[in-house]
């Protein structure tokens, strides 16, 4: 019964190939995030879709392309990687309702995505 | 622009001591604020939030925090600290007038020793 899961937990590859990371939620919220955690730890977002429309587009390259194909998932596609890909990316879902049970953002457990 | 602050990357607590994460905030409108924590090699775990109401706010494990609306302050607070809290501390604010983006501090690194 976990709440927000991505596939695959580990991501080796080499330079210039094209890779996707899936992410599902069964918390029936209506807003799922990609963020980018980098070797510093720092956490930056990338993507947002509220119902299947992309509401946050951060400067990221095109070479990133996020899709929401239902509510419950957000995939990401990244196209000919390059080694500064190198990250732990993070799926996150929210209810966009506000109300006090319905704010805080919940987390999956990351891809740790390793360019050659 | 909405943006949270976190003035240390790391402290370093005995264990059995009372610890403090300190968490500064830039908010235009009503602030909802939010402290997650991130055990190596883990998702971030949703600890506590402060949406309205009292300025003390309980969270999981034992953790609390302190909203100052005085000094744009959210300081993570636990009277008593277990060497298992050592981890990565996040504080986080909600822009609900941007399409409900959250803004991440740069994370603080807790080491409780025995």
């Known amino acids: 019964d976990t709440a927000v899961s991505q596939t695959p937990k580990y991501l080796v590859t080499q330079m210039g190939n094209d890779k996707s990371i899936k992410c599902e939620q069964n918390?029936?919220?209506?807003?799922m995030y990609w963020y980018k955690q980098d070797s510093k730890k720092f956490l930056k977002i990338m993507f947002s879709?509220?119902?299947?429309?992309?509401?946050i587009n951060e400067t990221v390259p095109n070479r990133f392309s996020p899709k929401s194909p239902d509510k419950a998932h957000l995939n990401l596609h990244i196209n000919s990687l390059e080694l500064g890909d190198s990250a732990v990316y993070f799926c996150?879902?929210?209810?966009?309702?506000?109300?006090?049970?319905?704010?805080?953002?919940?987390f999956g457990p990351g891809t740790r995505l390793t360019v050659l | 622009a909405q943006s949270v602050a976190q003035p240390e990357d790391q402290v370093n607590v005995a264990e059995g001591n009372p610890l403090t994460v300190k968490c500064t905030y830039s908010?235009?409108?009503?602030?909802?604020l939010f402290w997650y924590v991130q055990y190596p090699n883990r998702g971030l775990q949703f600890l506590l939030k402060?949406?309205?109401?009292?300025?003390l706010v309980k969270g999981s494990y034992g953790f609390e925090a302190e909203f100052n609306k005085s000094q744009t302050s959210f300081h993570l607070k636990k009277p008593s600290a277990l060497v298992s809290d050592s981890a990565l501390y996040f504080c986080?604010?909600?822009?609900?007038?941007?399409?409900?983006?959250?803004?991440f501090g740069s994370g603080t690194k807790l080491n409780v020793k025995p």
């Open positions: 918390l029936g919220h209506d807003t």
């Open positions: 986080a604010v909600r822009d609900m007038s941007s399409f409900n983006k959250f803004y």
């Open positions: 996150a879902s929210s209810q966009v309702r506000v109300g006090p049970s319905y704010n805080e953002q919940f």
């Open positions: 879709y509220n119902n299947k429309e992309l509401i």
């Open positions: 402060y949406i309205t109401g009292d300025n």
């Open positions: 908010v235009s409108g009503n602030p909802y």
